[in-house]
């Protein structure tokens, strides 16, 4: 498992990206707008996600707690979203899960390494 703070920047590494460009071409929010909505969401979620799926670490339900925390994640970064940005749109649901799926994919690739 990866200190937190290695967790968390990697993390916005590749999540901020995706929500930036998803939200400045697909529903033309402002460029700092974007950057502050997909640092947002994430400042948010991760600590939480981070914290509640700590004491799962090596146990063989880890990765079913996982998905399912995941969902959690998806959920709530959308909900945020739709907030923050005052829009009802279903589409930032399939945002949050792009980008939270490009998050978990290289967080699996960097830990097998």
Do not use: K
Not at 37 to 45: D, E, F, I, P, Y
């Amino acid at each position: 498992m990866f200190p937190y703070p290695a967790a968390l920047a990697l993390t916005l590494a590749v999540e901020i990206p995706v929500y930036a460009v998803a939200l400045r071409r697909g529903w033309q929010v402002r460029p700092r707008t974007a950057l502050w909505s997909a640092l947002g969401v994430n400042l948010v979620t991760h600590p939480l996600l981070w914290w509640l799926l700590g004491p799962w670490t090596g146990r063989p339900a880890y990765p079913l707690m996982l998905v399912f925390a995941e969902v959690a994640v998806c959920a709530a970064e959308a909900g945020l979203l739709a907030w923050w940005l005052r829009r009802r749109d279903p589409l930032l649901g399939v945002l949050a899960v792009l980008a939270n799926a490009a998050s978990v994919t290289a967080g699996l690739i960097c830990a097998s390494a």
